[in-house]
């Protein structure tokens, strides 16, 4: 027997911590039933990711992974409100806008390619914008007030 394998043979680890620490953001788990959308829009964002081009005069469609990261943040985030099912947009420079509509009002979400912020925009039954800003996603109370109005 090697040095090593009678080295390995004897060495007796300490026993692990029972104490468990998560992360803040793993701690809600989502039931399926609240977000019956959010698979097919991850995929979606995947298709995003991995497909987009750079379409010659039209725009650079393609979105980087940190901004899908960002959107895939979003929406576990606000995958436990009870929002209509978000559509996906991107626009050219490679961000992302995420819009939900409820009767004639909207909810939109916007990642910028290198920003660290969502800029977000609602508007009312008149397509009157109601209220916009910007916000990180730590903000948790902000967004849920803002997801609020909107449902109200």
């Known amino acids: 027997m090697s ?3 009678a080295a390995a043979t004897t060495t007796r680890l ?3 911590s029972r104490e468990v620490v998560r992360p803040s953001q793993l701690e809600r788990v989502v039931e399926f039933e609240s977000a019956r ?3 097919s829009l991850l995929s979606d964002l995947r298709s995003l990711e991995t497909s987009g ?3 010659p005069g039209l725009g650079d469609f393609r979105v980087s ?3 899908a990261d960002q959107v895939r943040r ?28 409820l009767g004639r009002k909207e909810l939109t979400f916007t990642a910028y390619p290198n920003q660290p912020d969502l800029v977000f925009m609602r508007t009312n039954e008149e397509d ?16 849920a007030g803002v997801i609020a109005a909107f449902l109200a």
């Open 65 to 67: 992974t940190t901004t």
């Open 128 to 143: 009157e914008p109601a209220e916009d800003g910007v916000f990180m996603l730590e903000e948790s109370n902000r967004l």
């Open 14 to 16: 300490a026993p692990a």
């Open 74 to 101: 979003l929406l576990t985030v606000i995958s436990g409100a009870p929002l209509p099912q978000p559509a996906l947009a991107p626009f050219s420079g490679g961000g992302v806008a995420l819009t939900c509509s």
């Open 53 to 55: 081009q750079n379409v």
């Open 3 to 5: 040095s090593f394998a």
């Open 37 to 39: 959308w959010l698979p």
